[in-house]
């Protein structure tokens, strides 16, 4: 089936505007993470989805920065009044459940690049 | 808090010869994963090899292998017979429920 899917693929903004970033996950995932790539750098956790389960919301950097997951399936990243260090690529990842110890693979969307003038 | 190092921002090896990247790790967990990811121009995350920390052998698919250190923390990524498809950004990871993952390490393959 298709993999992770986000769009948009590119997205240019001006300072101060919001802007939504959308994930559809691999059907049948219950579980959807998002994370940030600043340039140069590696992945920064952001949040997490499990099922029902309240969101972990440890890496959102700021207020600024929510996500929400309808129906267990697609999700959004919002970012209110955009600054320029928001610029990034950001990728969404899905999953089955993850379970104790055991370990589901997360399988990664292509990412948005966002980029704040 | 668990952390991720590569200290390798760039590496280059010829084409058919071997390289290995390095990553350390800490935790104080005893029962985990550890991962290397491939991600090329395209942005896509590939994962490459997975390792669980309770399995001393280490994993291999095909031309890639690691050498996991559980005691020392260590878990480099060994390619073999390097192939010009081969070049992109690895990055080490450690599974919690989220993946923390090093910065990275440039892979150039030169013919």
């Known amino acids: 089936g298709a993999g992770v899917s986000q769009s948009p693929s590119n997205k240019v903004t001006e300072k101060g505007k919001d802007v939504e970033l959308r994930c559809d996950p691999i059907?049948?995932?219950?579980?959807l993470y998002w994370y940030r790539q600043s340039l140069g750098q590696g992945l920064e956790f952001l949040i997490y989805?499990?099922?029902?389960?309240?969101?972990?919301k440890s890496g959102l950097p700021s207020d600024r920065f929510s996500a929400e997951r309808t129906g267990g399936s697609v999700s959004t990243l919002t970012i209110q009044r955009t600054q320029q260090e928001d610029s990034a690529v950001y990728l969404c990842a899905s999953s089955l459940a993850q379970s104790g110890r055991s370990y589901n693979e997360q399988f990664f969307g292509p990412g948005t690049r966002l980029t704040v003038l | 808090a668990q952390t991720v190092t590569q200290s390798q921002p760039e590496m280059s090896v010829q084409e058919a010869e071997t390289v290995t990247l390095s990553c350390t790790y800490d935790t104080s967990e005893s029962d985990y994963y550890l991962f290397w990811y491939k991600q090329p121009p395209s942005r896509q995350m590939i994962l490459v090899i997975r390792q669980e920390a309770y399995k001393q052998q280490n994993a291999t698919e095909n031309r890639f292998s690691v050498n996991f250190q559980k005691a020392a923390k260590s878990f480099s990524l060994k390619i073999s017979d390097s192939q010009l498809g081969d070049a992109a950004m690895y990055f080490c990871?450690?599974?919690?429920?989220?993946?923390?993952f090093g910065t990275g390490t440039r892979l150039q393959v030169f013919p």
């Open positions: 989805f499990q099922g029902n389960s309240a969101p972990d």
């Open positions: 990871a450690y599974n919690t429920d989220k993946l923390i």
């Open positions: 059907s049948g995932h219950t579980a």
